[in-house]
């Protein structure tokens, strides 16, 4: 899944630090602390995996996990920023960018 300008540089900086740590592979996620510079003090990267293996069940997987982890971290409140789904260009066939985020959502509930 391609990633826009912001959340690509981060991941090549990432990368470049912890030997290609972050490879968006489903179930893969990366927390970087930020420290508090710029407009969050941290932010956590969701992998997804292969496009054409992106499927509702693994949005919902990927939910679960991203709140285990938020929890993990001692996240005390978080944003969803899903640009990168919205701007993809294919889709697999009946998965649509709201039904991916409906899905992940549902994965945060499910876990809660």
């Known amino acids: 899944m391609a990633l ?5 540089a981060l991941v090549d900086r990432v990368n470049e ?5 972050f490879q ?4 893969s996620l990366h927390f970087v602390r930020y420290g508090g ?3 969050s003090e941290n932010v956590l990267l969701v992998g997804l995996g292969a496009v054409q293996e992106l499927t509702l069940e693994r949005a919902r997987i990927a939910g679960a996990l991203t709140l285990e982890k938020l929890r993990t971290e001692k996240s005390r409140d978080a944003a969803l920023l899903p640009d990168s789904i919205f701007e993809m260009k294919a889709f ?3 998965v ?9 959502l549902e994965g945060m ?3 809660s």
């Open 4 to 8: 826009n300008d912001v959340y690509g």
């Open 17 to 21: 630090s912890d030997s290609k740590v």
């Open 24 to 27: 968006a592979e489903f179930k």
């Open 37 to 39: 510079k710029g407009k």
């Open 92 to 94: 697999p066939p009946g």
């Open 96 to 104: 649509k960018p709201a039904g991916l985020l409906k899905a992940f």
């Open 109 to 111: 509930v499910l876990a």
